[in-house]
């Protein structure tokens, strides 16, 4: 791993990435996209090839599933899918893709907004009649695919792991039961 000026890194426990504009020893110069500078030991930043959005996807679980994701789907222009005359949407939840910085949000803020999201989305698919949502909650320590299960046994749905092929282990599609029109 050699760190050079102009390269692209990423900070491990902040999120924050940038380029190298200074090396002095252990001590690293990172711009970030605002033009502010910080400085970090060597130890906290790691050189990063893709965007901190594809980092995020990645775990020593299903790494070689999510690449192969990755490489096969291509520009993501709807979260909406189809699939057999079927209306699939799909929900990331990944903090970073719902917000630009968690910047003064505790682990309690991040997932209350995580699970608001899910709340309005499940209502929104209720409404406008969309039998299928996966929601991508990723692997981490499960609390977040906990709480979405509590958060489902409120409506009227069924929900179970999402395809492993597809998605790893990180999502749980959700079957929404719709009452025809009458």
Known sequence: MQFLVGKKVAVLDDILKGVIVSIDDQIIGVKDSDGMVYQYNQKELVLIEEDQYQLSKFSDINNA?????LEETSSK?????????EVILEVDLHIN??????KGMDNFDMLTLQLNTAKSKIEYAISKRISKVIFIHGVGEGVLKSELHYLFGRYPVRFYDA???K????ATEVYVYQNPKS
């Open 163 to 165: 395809s492993y092929k």
């Open 167 to 170: 998605y790893g282990l990180g």
């Open 65 to 69: 599933l999510l690449t192969e994701k």
């Open 97 to 102: 893709q719902l917000i630009k910085s968690t």
């Open 77 to 85: 222009t709807s979260s909406f899918k189809k699939e057999k005359n």
